[in-house]
C-alpha cells in the first residue's frame, strides 16, 4: 500500500504558539490530502479536504484562520494551528488517497498538547 | 451529506468466538465501504474494503457484507484472537479521489482469552 509519512509525533507547546504538522506521500503523488481529528474514544472527524495548488476546504464548524493548511506539492501538505489553546489538543491525522483514487491511507498522526 | 452510524460501540467476547460489527449509511450515492482497525495512538489501519457493486468479500478470518437495498454493511470476524482486540471504525465515501471518508463512531472489540 502507499506510504503516508507524518510529523511529529508528538507536540507538546504552550497556549498560544503555533503547531506546524507536516504529511508527506512517500512513494505517490497525492493532489487530495484530508486532515482529520480524533479526540480520545471518539471517531475521525474530517477537518479539510487539501488540495494541490489551490485552498483547502474546510468542514463546517473548523475555523480555516485557525487551521492553516498549505498543499504546495504533491507529495506534501501542511496542517498549523495557530495560536493553540488547551481544546485544540487532540489527535491530528492526515490521509491521501493512493494511485488507485480509491483507497485512503494514514499517516501515523500526531498527538498535540496545548498546556 | 453522508451519515454512518455503528453499532454496537463496544463488543467483548471469547476467544475463538466470532464478532459482527454493523453500519448503515445515509447517502445512496455511496459506493465504497472500507473497514480500518486502529489500536491505541495508532493510524487507524485498513483490513478489508468492499464496493456497492458486490455483495460480500472476504479475507481469511474477515468478511464484509454490504446491502445496498438496505444501506447497511457488516464487518464479521470469525476465530477471534486476543490480537483482534481493537476499535474498528466503518466508512462510506462516493468513490472518486477526492472526496474524504465519513467515519462510523467505532466499536470498541475486547477478545477476552
Known amino acids: 500500500g502507499a506510504v503516508v509519512s507524518q510529523h511529529p509525533s508528538r507536540v507538546i507547546c504552550k497556549s498560544g504558539t503555533s503547531v506546524k504538522i507536516e504529511c508527506r506521500s512517500l512513494?505517490?503523488?497525492?493532489?487530495?490530502m484530508f486532515w482529520y481529528r480524533q479526540f480520545p474514544k471518539q471517531s475521525l472527524m474530517l477537518m479539510a479536504t487539501?488540495?494541490?495548488?489551490?485552498?483547502?476546504?474546510?468542514e463546517q464548524g473548523v475555523e480555516k484562520d485557525k487551521f492553516l493548511i498549505n498543499h504546495a506539492s504533491l507529495t506534501l501538505s501542511t496542517l498549523t494551528v495557530t495560536s493553540a489553546h488547551p481544546e485544540d489538543s487532540s489527535f491530528y491525522i492526515c490521509?491521501?488517497?493512493?494511485?488507485?483514487?480509491?483507497?485512503?491511507?494514514f499517516g501515523s498522526g500526531t498527538q498535540l498538547s496545548v498546556l | 451529506g453522508e451519515n454512518v452510524e455503528q453499532h454496537p460501540s463496544t463488543l467483548s467476547v471469547q476467544e475463538g468466538d466470532s464478532a459482527v460489527i454493523k453500519c448503515t449509511y445515509s447517502?445512496?450515492?455511496?459506493?465504497?465501504f472500507p473497514w480500518y482497525k486502529q489500536e491505541l495512538g495508532k493510524r487507524p489501519q485498513l483490513i478489508i474494503d468492499i464496493r456497492s457493486n458486490v455483495g460480500e468479500k472476504k479475507d481469511q478470518r474477515i468478511a464484509v457484507t454490504l446491502n445496498k437495498t438496505a444501506k447497511h454493511f457488516s464487518l464479521h470476524i470469525t476465530e477471534t484472537q486476543p490480537e483482534d482486540s481493537a476499535v474498528y471504525f466503518c466508512a462510506a465515501k462516493v468513490n472518486t479521489g477526492r472526496r474524504a471518508l465519513t467515519f462510523g463512531s467505532g466499536t470498541r472489540l475486547q477478545v477476552q482469552p
Open positions: 512513494d505517490f503523488q497525492a493532489t487530495t
Open positions: 490521509s491521501a488517497v493512493g494511485s488507485t483514487n480509491e483507497k485512503l491511507f
Open positions: 447517502d445512496s450515492a455511496s459506493n465504497y
Open positions: 487539501s488540495n494541490e495548488g489551490s485552498k483547502a476546504t474546510y
